[in-house]
């Protein structure tokens, strides 16, 4: 049994089956990881949709940016659903698309298994988040998402404040927090204030701010965190955290990385000649 998790896809639909061949992904007893933003950008998003919603049973998502934009533009109005790129208007369109959906919305912000000792989520943790306190939030979200209560909070989760965590937040601002530290953040200031702008890689950004997972006073975890999310970072292993968004939407490699050995491994492919390169 191999355990692999695998980078933003983001509708890179030739990548992911070459990733899987070069796997030798068996679902009979290997399982997959897909750290979010599976949609968007790549062209064959519903291909992707198809493919892992097919291997549902040997998989587990926890959703990006991207796939929450999805399920926000696929509860408004059609004219609206119709304003969206061809990509995604193929998703809202096909016949199975009420069916892809309503599995996407029920994936997870946050995935931990516990005898791996690894942690899987898109973009990161708060720096004042102890694992506990993450997966606790995560779970307020995942079940407003799952229920009743889903379209207001996809029609309002959109905007960049509030920008730090406080265990104060409630309602809409607590959830809001909560969604842009899972799928938003890259660079915070020292008191875990998010900064939406600096997008660049480390060492490109302004004095004061840290990545994520640098901030000063950072909470200890005993977990080793896979995240994606940031293609500026790329490939990334260092201080617990495995970084494995390496821009194939953009021209680079899609990237996957075995967590159930000694040590994890990396294991890569190029992204189709006609990706935009950056």
Sequence with gaps: MAIYAIGDVQGCY???QRLLERLR??????RLWFCGDLVNRGGESLEVLRLIHGLREHSVVTLGNHDLSLLAIAVREPEARA???PDLRRVLEAEDSATLVDWLRSQSMLHHDTDLGFTLVHAGLAPSWTLKQA???ANEVERTLRGPAHRGLLQRMFGNRPA???SKLHGQDRLRAAINIFTRMRYCDANGRIDFDAKGAPGSQRAGLYPWFEVPGLKSRDTRIVCGHWSALGRFAGLGIYAIDTGCVWGGKLTALRLDGEEPQFITVNAEPHRKRT
């Design 14 to 16: 030739p990548e992911l």
């Design 164 to 166: 730090r965590w406080s």
């Design 135 to 137: 997966l606790h939030i």
């Design 83 to 85: 304003r969206t790129n």
């Design 25 to 30: 992904f068996d679902p009979s007893s290997d």
